[in-house]
């Protein structure tokens, strides 16, 4: 959590907060001390400041940090869970589908690293094919291009290979296959 001294050249005033070494007895000091440069869990070029409410807004700055520290891991698996189940419904057929493919034992169960795994910025957006109106030349052709690009970002390597090459027709040259691989 320390600003490089390379860097310090572009910035006069700052103030990193680390809200894993703040304790709650540094917080509650922090609202009664006008002295920010004491503090472990704050890096500043601000020796003291005299405002209450600029304190506060620390104080409440830092304990929003440390509330979003606690609950990341309980909002991935949420997250992870919704996912996983619009990759369920959607592979079987909607939930109709899946209905039936419970009775005929045949349900199947989405794998992350497959093709047909879409992300949950998939869902939002369905399309798999660039615009047949736009082509090389038109003014909105790297503007869409940068979107589908925008959201293949969020898909595994095998997700975008296939469209790429499926739907796209560029066929992968090696260095495409390994930006598709570190994606």
């Not at 909607?94 to 039936?100: D, R, T, V």
């Not at 869409?144 to 296939?162: E, F, V």
Request: net charge positive.
């Amino acid at each position: 959590m320390e600003a490089t001294e390379g860097r310090k050249e572009f910035y006069s005033n700052y103030m990193l907060f680390n809200p894993k070494k703040a304790s709650l007895f540094d917080l509650v000091a922090l609202l009664f001390s006008k002295n920010l440069k004491n503090r472990k869990f704050i890096e500043t070029s601000i020796e003291t400041e005299e405002s209450f409410w600029y304190r506060l807004l620390v104080f409440l700055t830092t304990l929003l940090q440390k509330f979003l520290l606690t609950i990341k891991t309980p909002m991935a698996l949420a997250g992870q869970t919704v996912e996983d189940m619009c990759n369920l419904f959607s592979n079987n057929g909607g939930l109709f589908g899946l209905i039936k493919r419970i009775m005929t034992g045949k349900v199947v169960i989405p794998d992350r690293e497959a093709a047909n795994y879409v992300s949950f910025i998939g869902y939002s957006d369905m399309r798999m094919d660039l615009s047949k109106d736009i082509v090389y030349g038109n003014a909105m052709y790297y503007p869409a291009l940068s979107i589908m690009a925008s959201k293949a970002a969020y898909n595994n390597a095998a997700y975008n290979k296939s469209i790429v090459e499926d739907h796209w027709g560029v066929h992968a040259t090696h260095w495409i296959q390994k930006l598709l691989e570190w994606c």
